[in-house]
């Protein structure tokens, strides 16, 4: 907008608005043409002004209307008298002017053309096109007189005057002189008379002349005065002219300007429509910004509220707490006097202590003595008790075998309180081995003695009870070998094994056997020792090893080999061994067994029954402060059912199983027997699995034989060989034990 301002303040040049000037319809800003600056009768040449007195003595029209003119003229009141204030005024105009050039320039005749209105001067000349024709009216009448003068009648001037004062007291002189006679007309030979009316009116019409001359001269110069206000008003004219030409251009590049202003204005307006429709958005989202500023700023108000309380609140609490800190610095103060007094008590304390920890310290080297004494005596009694002991177990009715008598072992007796002794007794037609009723019949009683009778009521941690000193021989260094040993379904697996792994009452040796292990592996940390355990799991099947706790695909084959020195060491090839580091570890070990068993048992009917199981636990203790080191080794053995050959009834593969392991058991038998007499040759090697235990039942061992029993009344000849097969191996000594040590 400054743009468009600019150009307009500065068309006047005085920083002001220019005024409107006024538009004409046609070309009425163009000036008339200056006029021709016609020169005054007194600079017209001499010749001229005698034309014009020759003219006028002529009588043509067109001279005698130029001397009427100036004769009417000249008599300026009589010419007044004959015109309108008007028409005088008009004489001065630049029209009237233009009149009086044209009969000084042009003396013939030439109709006198009015100027156009739109070409008459500015209104400020007052000159207008009503003036104009004011003029030719008051020239017209002149004309009209001198025609008459010249049709030859008595001089116009003079008939003319008879309408005047002035010229009627002209006329007089003439007619009084001519007519001498009192206005008589002189006679045409009278030349002298005319002559001198001619002269007299020639006089007359000089003088005339003359004041016509004076005021045309006077009128040319007011003539020449308004040419130049006429030029000056044309140069006027032309420069407002091109002011407003100027102006013009100028409104037409303002025009322009403002155009293109207006369509910047309007691409601004559109960019502004733009961004404030953006800004309405825009305010739009910052209101909801707002609002939710607004809220949040409610929330952290209220929340501030709430501090603020909580602060209070605390104050108040600090207040009490304060006056509490203050109570409390008094109490502090005299605690620290009584912590000063302690402080000396226990410094003097600390002294004893000191005194006391070093009785202790021999109190614990004496206790580690005691310990050690504690092991030797320990093994004495074991020793004592034989290095083969023979626990008998009878299992309780199940199910339909409790039909018909209430559950109750009739044949079956434990009279001594003890718990050493089982009696069997025949009852009825019991079909019976009639060699064995011979070598221990008391009548129908048969009478066996072990080292611990279990009852059918008895339970598994009764059981684990009287193995658990042999479990820490193991931990002590010593190898043990526990057997199950009995006819099959007399409960060798319940015992080794146990029931329902859901039943924790129902566990078996093996797992009871491990959390002892790890119980003990932990009390013997504290006393400086640790321990690794190694386990191995295999059955022997129709005298054929085979790993239980491999991946079950593998067909390695599997040989026993005696390694270390003296070839004490009996280890067996492509085992899997595994760290057991958890009690809990062996659950697992014992669950993938029994999978690998099952596997075995689609190839072979009831196959885990027709092979021995071998659970063996390798333990490597170190005692840090002591020094010492002991390797025992603790065999879980769940042998093959004992059946003799002539009671199964067995064919087939059932006989070749039978055989094997009666092979086996007897093998084991013989070796017991060769070991408790001492024979110099123990026939370990006859069957593997005498071979893979010959560590484990030599004087360097200490042996378990549980002989189960079936309660049932129809195994009674299948118990009555156990029995008696358990009571050799019971009566064999098979030397001391001796601790191996690293
Ligand atoms: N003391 C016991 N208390 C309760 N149930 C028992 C006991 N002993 C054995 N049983 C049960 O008797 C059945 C046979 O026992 P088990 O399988 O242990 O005999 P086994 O001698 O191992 O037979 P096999 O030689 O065929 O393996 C099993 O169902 C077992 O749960």
């Given at each position: 907008m400054?743009?468009?301002?600019?150009?307009?303040?500065?068309?006047?040049?005085?920083?002001?608005?220019?005024?409107?000037?006024?538009?004409?319809?046609?070309?009425?800003?163009?000036?008339?043409?200056?006029?021709?600056?016609?020169?005054?009768?007194?600079?017209?040449?001499?010749?001229?002004?005698i034309c014009l007195e020759n003219r006028s003595s002529t009588g043509s029209n067109s001279s005698s209307c130029s001397v009427s003119s100036v004769s009417s003229q000249k008599s300026g009141s009589n010419l007044r008298s004959q015109t309108s204030g008007s028409s005088l005024r008009s004489q001065t105009s630049g029209s009237n002017l233009r009149a009086?050039?044209?009969?000084?320039?042009?003396?013939?005749?030439?109709?006198?053309?009015?100027?156009?209105a739109t070409r008459a001067a500015p209104s400020r000349t007052g000159l207008t096109r009503s003036n104009s024709v004011v003029v030719k009216s008051a020239i017209k009448p002149v004309v009209t007189r001198t025609t008459m003068v010249s049709r030859g009648g008595p001089p116009a001037s003079t008939r003319n005057r008879t309408t005047g004062s002035?010229?009627?007291?002209?006329?007089?002189?003439?007619?009084s002189s001519v007519g001498g006679g009192g206005g008589k007309k002189r006679?045409?030979?009278?030349?002298?008379?005319?002559?001198?009316?001619?002269?007299?009116?020639?006089?007359?019409?000089?003088?005339?002349?003359?004041?016509?001359?004076?005021?045309?001269?006077?009128?040319?110069?007011?003539?020449?005065?308004?040419?130049?206000?006429?030029?000056?008003?044309?140069?006027?004219?032309?420069?407002?002219?091109?002011?407003?030409?100027?102006?013009?251009?100028?409104?037409?590049?303002?025009?322009?300007?403002?155009?293109?202003?207006?369509?910047?204005?309007?691409?601004?307006?559109?960019?502004?429509?733009?961004?404030?429709?953006?800004?309405?958005?825009l305010k739009e989202t910052l209101d909801r910004q707002k609002q939710q500023l607004d809220g949040e700023v409610t929330a952290a108000n209220a929340e501030i509220n709430g501090l603020k309380t909580t602060v209070a609140q605390m104050t108040s609490a600090q207040a009490g707490m304060s006056a509490e800190l203050e109570a409390t610095k008094v109490s502090l103060e005299a605690a620290m006097r009584e912590g000063r007094q302690k402080d000396e008590e226990i410094r003097r304390?600390?002294?004893?202590?000191?005194?006391?920890?070093?009785?202790?310290?021999?109190?614990?080297?004496?206790?580690?003595?005691?310990?050690?004494?504690?092991r030797k005596l320990h093994n004495t009694i074991q020793e004592l008790k034989g290095n083969i002991r023979v626990f008998c177990r009878v299992r309780p009715l199940l199910g339909d075998e409790c039909l018909g008598n209430n559950g109750d072992v009739q044949h079956m007796n434990f009279p001594d309180v003890d718990q050493k002794v089982l009696e069997l007794e025949k009852i009825g037609d019991m079909a019976m081995n009639e060699?064995?009723?011979?070598?221990?019949?008391?009548?129908?009683?048969?009478?066996?003695?072990?080292?611990?009778?279990?009852?059918?009521?008895?339970?598994?941690?009764?059981?684990?009870?009287?193995?658990?000193?042999?479990?820490?021989?193991?931990?002590?260094?010593?190898?043990?070998?526990?057997?199950?040993?009995?006819?099959?379904?007399?409960?060798?697996?319940?015992?080794?094994?146990?029931?329902?792994?859901?039943d924790p009452e129902s566990q078996g040796m093996i797992p009871r056997a491990v959390?002892?292990?790890?119980?003990?592996?932990?009390?013997?940390?504290?006393?400086?020792?640790?321990?690794?355990?190694?386990?191995?799991f295999l059955e022997i099947y129709n005298e054929t090893i085979r790993d239980l706790l491999g991946n079950g695909k593998d067909e390695l084959k599997h040989e026993i080999k005696l390694t270390g020195m003296g070839s004490n060491d009996v280890i067996v090839t492509n085992l899997t061994l595994v760290t057991v580091e958890t009690d809990t570890q062996i659950t697992s070990l014992l669950k993938k067994a029994s999978h690998n068993r099952a596997v075995a048992e689609t190839k072979c009917n009831e196959h885990s029954s027709r092979s021995h199981s071998v659970l063996r636990l390798k333990l490597t203790g170190e005692n840090s402060l002591s020094g010492e080191a002991c390797v025992g080794t603790l065999n879980l053995v769940d042998l093959a059912g004992s059946e003799r050959l002539k009671e199964s009834g067995s064919e087939g593969q059932r006989l070749k199983e039978t055989l094997s392991i009666n092979k086996s058991l007897s093998t084991l038998g013989n070796v017991?027997?060769?070991?408790?007499?001492?024979?110099?040759?123990?026939?370990?090697?006859n069957s593997k699995l005498t071979y893979l235990l010959q560590n484990s039942l030599g004087g360097n061992s200490k042996t378990l034989m549980f002989v189960n029993a079936s309660p049932k009344e129809e195994c009674f000849q299948e118990t009555l060989n156990s029995l008696r097969f358990a009571t050799k191996v019971n009566q064999c000594n098979i030397g001391t034990a001796q601790k191996k040590s690293k």
């Open positions: 400054s743009q468009l301002k600019r150009p307009l303040a500065t068309l006047n040049g005085t920083g002001s608005r220019l005024p409107r000037l006024p538009v004409p319809k046609s070309s009425s800003l163009r000036m008339p043409v200056p006029l021709k600056r016609t020169r005054s009768p007194d600079e017209l040449p001499s010749e001229k002004r009086n050039k044209y009969v000084l320039n042009k003396p013939k005749a030439v109709p006198v053309k009015p100027q156009p002035s010229g009627q007291q002209a006329q007089k002189a003439p007619e006679q045409a030979w009278d030349l002298k008379g005319r002559l001198q009316d001619m002269e007299l009116i020639l006089r007359e019409q000089k003088s005339s002349s003359s004041d016509l001359m004076m005021q045309l001269q006077s009128n040319n110069n007011r003539i020449f005065s308004l040419e130049n206000q006429n030029s000056h008003l044309s140069g006027t004219v032309a420069q407002k002219e091109q002011v407003a030409t100027a102006a013009s251009e100028e409104i037409s590049f303002l025009k322009k300007q403002i155009r293109e202003e207006e369509e910047k204005f309007d691409g601004i307006r559109r960019k502004l429509q733009g961004e404030i429709s953006d800004l309405t958005f304390l600390k002294g004893v202590v000191r005194s006391q920890e070093e009785t202790i310290e021999d109190f614990n080297a004496k206790f580690r003595e005691h310990e050690t004494a504690r060699s064995c009723l011979a070598a221990s019949r008391r009548g129908n009683k048969f009478e066996f003695s072990f080292d611990r009778v279990f009852q059918p009521s008895s339970s598994q941690a009764e059981v684990f009870e009287e193995i658990s000193q042999l479990i820490q021989s193991a931990l002590d260094g010593y190898n043990v070998c526990i057997f199950a040993y009995g006819q099959t379904g007399s409960g060798k697996t319940y015992t080794m094994e146990g029931g329902s792994v859901n959390v002892q292990i790890f119980e003990s592996i932990k009390e013997m940390e504290a006393k400086g020792w640790k321990y690794n355990m190694e386990a191995s017991i027997m060769a070991l408790g007499n001492k024979d110099n040759h123990i026939p370990y090697r």
